[in-house]
């Protein structure tokens, strides 16, 4: 469908700032962003978007920004616990204002961290709970929005970006800045699958979800052409930033141990209270109320005399002190965060094949083309040498 | 000049977060202000700047209130008001601190100035740099000929924006006039101007697809008393510059960076090796003000003493004029990860 003017929500995010700015000089299509901080518009106030304050549970706002609106692009994910909620607050005044399409951008996450191999295609694919806060979320949403296309006939089109990549990605910087360190880690070789996608085809995909015909109630995966391992990833934005680097390899195994020894106990708590009772930092503060300061003086003064040096010492020890200085090593690893691991690990190739079926679209960057843009943006915004300007 | 002595009355117009996070900690230093109004169109904002100082000012929307209960004003509103709020403040026999840029255009600024001159108003601009401690040290550097002969001056400013902006007032071609050159642009090209001397020969470029700009550069000749060198300007608010003066010179290299106003960083070769040594001033005051706040002492010296103030809106209109001239002849920044027109559909 032909729109007459388009609301975007999430429009000053990765995707969506490049959405704008593709639908204003790629496509040339009216467009209005809903923005609820304005101090991340500069990139779409480039374009001159038109742009209306508000957030997704706030319904006058809402009702306001949908105001001569026929299509919704929806890519806002402020937290995960609030996601769904946001999602059915913005469906429900959608369906109020007569939306007649309205394009979720949801992830390849709702398939979860180990996906098996019947989710390398829509068809087959089994949506669950995963106990993964973000794979949750995005799942979430999309069963409200499911449910809204099966009760209320809700025109939705649902769209599953995966690993999307490019200029002002947040998985770009930290690699760059790996190599600048000289240390390029990668999990169980980089031989996890990186369904690797250029921001500018995910966005002409959603424009795709919009124009389509005989698509509503319709999920598609958004993937580029040319899958690759983390280890070409990893390795090919790393060597752009020039300079020499080694590439060393963690089991994904041992990064799971470790984080999971790093997770609370249940006695962590007594002995951080203890810590913070026995912290001179805390008797400081402590001591500006007056009744206090004469108290911990005694206390202090009484303790110190029945007790040897090596005493003190030995309860402090317990309490989590340590004089030692943390040991200098060039080794030292650096622990990817659950997140990388839950990306790097992941298992399979998925399918885009559906969406070129019925959208109309197909992949226009390979991954080499995607790469060298994400490179020259880099450059520009001097994470890698070459600039010479702003 | 003043109802009650040496106290001076002062009326805020517009109470956003410049007024509540920069000026307002800053100017209640000083125990000759009293500030009587609080002034904004949302009356939100200068009750939170009420509350959160605890000020026993009046609320008002109106700056009709201020008449004959006001000495001196601030004005911190969008840019495109500075001109008719100070202009009809001084008129009510107001004294003004307006915050940067002095007006849209340099003729408006003009006029402004015609108008506190013809009125005997104090009328001061909002450009901070200019009381950085280490102009002082920057100028000596360079006209002692420290730095040997000056071959190239560079000003950086940038960084992604990272407040909280709850309008669309910096985009709006309704309340502003450019983007980051017109907002950061003007301290560096004012600072420069003021402290080292004229612009001419721009080029410029920036990256607006229609809207507002985000990144700009300007390219000029820079004239020196001893001759005329290369200048460029970076200006940027997506990503992290250099946030500095930089002067290049035959023998070292000075940086007057904006996160350490009192300091110089003097970079030199000495043989194979090169130093990087850090200029004081010889006499550093103990409790020093920060430059907002010497900028308010600057001002309020200037209202008692009715003398010009350091920053005084006639010393600030050729910054105006650079801006306006750069953006009469922009041409366009290439980005192209963002000019692509492949497309997959």
Redesign the interface.
């Known amino acids: 469908m032909k729109p007459t003017k388009i609301l975007v929500t999430g429009a000053t995010g990765f995707i969506g700032s490049r959405l704008c700015e593709r639908l204003s000089l790629v496509h040339n299509l009216p467009y209005r962003a809903l923005v609820r901080n304005f101090s991340r518009a500069s990139r779409i106030a480039r374009v001159d978007a038109e742009m209306v304050s508000g957030e997704l549970l706030d319904k006058p706002a809402l009702e306001r920004a949908l105001e001569e609106c026929d299509v919704v692009m929806h890519l806002a994910h402020s937290e995960d616990r609030l996601a769904k909620k946001e999602t059915r607050a913005l469906i429900d005044v959608c369906i109020q204002a007569g939306i007649q399409r309205f394009v979720h951008v949801s992830s390849m996450a709702v398939y979860g961290p180990e996906p098996g191999p019947e989710c390398s295609s829509e068809e087959t694919a089994v949506i669950s709970h995963y106990g993964e806060a973000y794979s949750d979320s995005k799942a979430g949403q999309e069963a409200v929005v499911m449910a809204a296309v099966r009760s209320r006939n809700f025109p939705a089109v649902i769209v599953r970006p995966t690993v999307v990549y490019g200029p002002y990605s947040g998985f770009v910087p930290p690699v760059i800045d790996a190599a600048h360190r000289g240390h390029i880690t990668l999990i169980d070789d980089g031989k996890g699958v990186c369904n690797a996608v250029y921001v500018d085809d995910v966005c002409d995909a959603i424009v795709a979800a919009m124009l389509a015909d005989n698509v509503i109630g319709g999920a598609f995966v958004i993937n580029g052409d040319t899958p690759v391992s983390w280890r070409e990833f990893n390795l090919q934005l790393a060597s752009m930033a020039g300079k020499p680097f080694d590439v060393s390899n963690l089991a994904s195994a041992d990064i799971r141990e470790y984080w999971h020894s790093q997770a609370p106990r249940f006695t962590d708590n007594f002995r951080q209270l203890a810590g913070l009772l026995a912290s001179n930092d805390f008797h400081a503060e402590l001591s500006r109320v007056p009744l206090f300061e004469s108290f911990l003086g005694w206390a202090k003064n009484s303790l110190g005399e029945r007790l040897s040096d090596q005493q003190k010492l030995r309860i402090k020890l317990k309490l989590g002190y340590s004089n030692a200085p943390a040991p200098r090593s060039a080794t030292s690893v650096e622990w990817p965060d659950p997140g990388r691991l839950v990306r790097e690990c992941y298992p399979i190739v998925i399918s885009n094949q559906k969406a070129k079926n019925a959208l109309g679209w197909a992949p226009a960057y390979s991954f080499e083309d995607g790469v060298q843009l994400t490179g020259q943006w880099l450059k520009f915004v001097r994470m890698i040498e070459g600039h010479g300007d702003a | 000049m003043t109802d009650s002595g040496n106290i001076l009355r002062l009326g805020i117009v517009g109470c956003g977060a410049i007024t509540r996070e920069g000026h307002l900690p800053e100017l209640l230093q000083f125990p000759n202000i009293d500030v009587r109004f609080l002034c904004d169109t949302t009356y939100e904002y200068a009750e939170l700047a009420q509350l959160e100082f605890g000020l026993d000012a009046e609320i008002t929307n109106d700056i009709s209130d201020f008449s004959n209960l006001v000495d001196c004003a601030l004005v911190a509103v969008p840019p495109r008001l500075h001109a008719p709020i100070s202009m009809r403040l001084m008129q009510m026999g107001i004294d003004v601190m307006c915050e940067k840029p002095t007006a849209d255009e340099a003729d408006q600024a003009q006029r402004m100035v015609d108008e506190a001159a013809k009125l005997e108003r104090i009328l001061s601009v909002g450009l901070t740099t200019r009381f950085h401690r280490n102009n002082r040290i920057l100028k000596a550097l360079v006209s002692g000929g420290e730095l040997g002969d000056i071959v190239e001056v560079v000003g950086e400013m940038?960084a992604p924006?990272?407040?909280?902006?709850?309008?669309?007032a910096?985009?709006n071609r309704n309340t502003t006039a450019g983007?980051?050159f017109y907002d950061v642009g003007v301290h560096m090209l004012d600072r420069i101007i003021w402290l080292l001397g004229d612009l001419d020969n721009l080029n410029y470029e920036d990256?607006?697809?229609?809207?507002?700009?985000?990144?700009?550069?300007l390219t000029a000749d820079l004239t020196l008393h001893k001759g005329t060198v290369p200048f460029r300007g970076?200006?940027?608010?997506?990503?992290?510059?250099d946030n500095c003066v930089r002067i290049v010179g035959t023998e070292a290299i000075a940086e007057a960076r904006l996160d350490d106003p009192d300091h110089v960083y003097l970079q030199r070769r000495v043989g194979d090796s090169s130093f990087e040594m850090v200029v004081s001033p010889a006499t550093a005051e103990a409790d020093e003000l920060t430059p907002l706040a010497e900028q308010w002492q600057d001002f309020l010296e200037s209202v008692v003493n009715r003398t010009p103030s350091r920053a005084a809106a006639d010393t600030t209109i050729r910054a105006l004029q650079v801006i306006e001239e750069a953006y009469r002849i922009r041409t366009h920044?290439a980005?192209?990860?963002?000019?692509?027109?492949?497309?997959?559909?």
């Open positions: 940038g924006l990272d407040w909280t902006m709850t309008t669309d910096y985009y983007g980051v990256d607006s697809y229609g809207g507002v700009e985000s990144n700009g550069i970076c200006f940027s608010w997506t990503h992290m510059l920044m980005q192209p990860w963002v000019e692509t027109g492949r497309s997959a559909i």
